[in-house]
């Protein structure tokens, strides 16, 4: 809709107010000056009107697949096909919270058929998924005076990943090895329900599972590999208690949770594992991953959803879920990464690590986020407490760490530098 | 770059002020413009404070009041037997207002070489009005207020000269009323390119040129009334 400013309503009012006074006094000028404030308003209407309709605004953000830090930049192509110059338009909300903070981009004016690309950031990706709503473009005369909006109706969906740690070996499921061939695949199950595949027929397999079509196409038996997704090799459980994050975004102990859970399961599945990945959410969020690169995709996917949204405590709902819940029932090693300690969440795991499944926690210490106006009191008693229960899960055998705002993860949960680590104490 | 800016939008105001004045000139003999446009001048410096720093604006509150005095000594020294600010005040004042006297017994054109109360008067109605222009304009950076003002003073020309008409002073109010819209336009904006100046001067053109067709086509122009020697509303 195109329509005058308030500079462009208050020039009418004034030509009005000076006709009246020419009207009054009779002189020549005051009614050339009276025509002119009308005129100027009416030229910058047919200007704004003729050339608003023919700006056509596309963006892309840079680099397309970001990763948490990673700077990012919005760039904006404005484009006038219109032969009138002088239009000046005005971006709004553009980069949509992408942008730490909401500004409107500002387009230098554009000439006769003119293309321009602006560029907003760079600023510091953060992790998440963020949705751009279409882009609103407001475009006005030099002198202000009339104004017209557009939308496009192009929305846009950056996703920004983890920022996770390539670990060489992880000190919570040392035990379990590599698979063979690092991406190695499972034996089917009975059970098994789930297609992940063809591969070359190896002598003394059962001929029903044998892939005609496939040995058709490749001139070589073939046999399809099913397997069962509920029977993981690991489980590794992000706990999102919302009322349990601390700090400011970024700098949270979700995100430090995000980034220590990733790279455990990230760690796993180059090994060769399979990994479920539990979202504690508003419900249980399940995602099976294999270990190939779809997987490792769908592990950054899912982390770059996951939002701290959880409501009930994570004890409660725990063996619920691994005791009750079938999805699971075949998974044997389970790693939590968890926001806070408790009592109950302790029982849970010393219960569960009685039932004879191999239990690791990290504990993303929340006093180190916490601003530094909460007392020094509180954040020793927390940390007291917090010491206390974890002394009591390494009793049970339930193996953990503790994670802090500023740690290098890798140090914290590779193996061998563990192990180098304990020498060193030693 | 907003430095060069704010000084073409500076230029514009004197420019836009000088205008104005250069009509007011014209009510009396001989001319005063060279005093009338040193008011200008120092008004405009003394109500530009915020055109440097947008915080800087009430300075200009300050600044204001001693450009006044100052445009006062410059044309009228106090006499010497004259002690404290308060009696230089009150003779000043004194000849304020035997300017307004002077003006409403005088006809036009005004003899401003018999006395030299009605020039100080002129002088400080001149200073007043663009001081309070550049504080709005300048200052505030309110454009079209200030543009309201100066129109003022230059409507207050228009309806007491008795002398022919000249067409250039409408036609630069509207050039440079257009440059300063367009320039405070620019000082909110980061990005600024020529073009905007080149579009900007080229609407208050157009809209000039446009105004001015309608004019010759009409009758209001011969409606004018000749006003010789006939007192302004």
Not at chain 1, 130 to 149: F, K, Q, S
Not at chain 1, 227 to 256: C, I, K, M, W, Y
Not at chain 2, 75 to 100: C, D, E, I, T
Request: with cysteine; net charge positive.
């Amino acid at each position: 809709m195109t329509r005058p400013t308030a500079r462009g309503v208050a020039l009418l009012a004034i030509a009005g107010g000076t006709y009246l006074a020419a009207r009054i006094v009779g002189t020549w000028e005051l009614y050339l000056l009276s025509f002119a404030f009308l005129a100027a308003t009416l030229v910058s209407w047919l200007l704004v009107l003729a050339t608003g309709r023919k700006l056509q605004v596309a963006r892309s953000v840079k680099p397309e697949r970001p990763t948490a830090g990673d700077p990012l930049v919005l760039s904006f192509r404005v484009e006038s096909d219109s032969l009138l110059p002088g239009l000046q338009a005005t971006l709004l909300h553009a980069a949509g919270d992408l942008s730490p903070r909401d500004r409107d981009i500002e387009v230098e004016s554009l000439g006769s058929r003119t293309r321009r690309v602006v560029t907003s950031g760079p600023w510091p990706a953060r992790r998440g998924v963020h949705h751009l709503p279409p882009l609103l473009a407001e475009a006005e005369d030099p002198l202000g005076l009339v104004r017209t909006r557009r939308r496009f109706s192009d929305t846009l969906d950056v996703t920004v990943f983890p920022r996770l740690v390539q670990l060489p070996s992880c000190l919570l499921f040392a035990d379990m090895g590599a698979r063979r061939g690092g991406g190695g695949r499972r034996s089917p199950t009975l059970e098994a329900s789930e297609f992940r595949g063809i591969r070359p027929y190896n002598a003394g397999e059962p001929l029903n599972r044998v892939d005609w079509k496939g040995t058709a196409r490749t001139g070589q038996l073939m046999v399809r590999e099913m397997d069962d997704p509920t029977n993981s090799d690991l489980a590794v459980l992000l706990d999102g208690h919302a009322q349990r994050v601390v700090g400011e975004p970024p700098e949270t102990n979700f995100e430090l949770a995000v980034q220590a859970a990733g790279s455990v399961a990230d760690c796993a599945l180059r090994a060769g594992h399979s990994v479920t990945l539990l979202l504690h959410e508003r419900q249980w969020r399940q995602t099976r991953l294999s270990p190939d690169t779809k997987g490792r995709r769908r592990l950054l996917e899912s982390l770059a959803r996951a939002t701290p949204r959880g409501a009930s405590q994570l004890g409660s709902s725990l063996r619920t879920l691994f005791v009750n819940g079938l999805p699971l029932d075949r998974t044997r090693t389970l790693v939590l990464v968890v926001l806070a300690l408790d009592r109950e969440l302790v029982r849970s795991l010393i219960a569960l690590r009685d039932e004879g499944m191999r239990v690791s926690l990290i504990h993303v210490a929340a006093g180190s986020f916490a601003p530094a106006a909460s007392t020094a009191a509180s954040s020793a008693a927390l940390a007291a407490e917090s010491q206390g229960l974890m002394l009591a899960l390494a009793s049970a055998g339930v193996l953990g760490l503790t994670l802090d705002r500023g740690d290098d993860l890798l140090s914290a949960l590779s193996l061998k530098r563990a192990q180098g680590r304990h020498a060193q104490v030693r | 770059m907003k430095g060069l800016r704010k000084l073409l939008y500076l230029l514009s105001f004197v420019g836009l002020a000088v205008t104005a004045t250069l009509e007011i000139d014209r009510i009396g003999r001989p001319s005063i413009a060279a005093v009338l446009v040193l008011a200008v001048v120092v008004a405009t410096l003394a109500g530009a404070p915020g055109l440097v720093h947008r915080r800087a604006w009430p300075a200009a509150l300050v600044l204001l009041p001693l450009g006044a005095y100052l445009i006062l000594r410059a044309q009228l020294p106090a006499p010497p037997h004259l002690r404290g600010l308060g009696q230089q005040l009150s003779f000043y004042l004194s000849q304020l207002r035997a300017g307004v006297n002077t003006y409403a017994r005088d006809g036009f054109p005004l003899d401003f070489s018999a006395t030299v109360d009605v020039k100080l008067l002129l002088s400080m109605v001149v200073y007043a009005t663009t001081g309070l222009a550049a504080f709005v304009a300048l200052s505030l950076r309110k454009a079209l207020p200030g543009i309201v003002i100066v129109l003022v003073l230059l409507g207050f020309g228009f309806t007491t000269d008795e002398v022919d008409r000249i067409l250039w002073e409408p036609l630069a109010f509207l050039f440079l009323a257009g440059c300063m819209l367009m320039l405070s336009r620019s000082l909110r904006r980061e990005r600024w390119k020529t073009t905007d100046a080149v579009a900007g001067v080229g609407t208050a053109m157009i809209a000039s040129l446009l105004a001015l067709s309608l004019l010759g086509a009409t009758p209001w122009r011969r409606a004018s009334r000749g006003r010789t020697g006939e007192r302004g509303t």
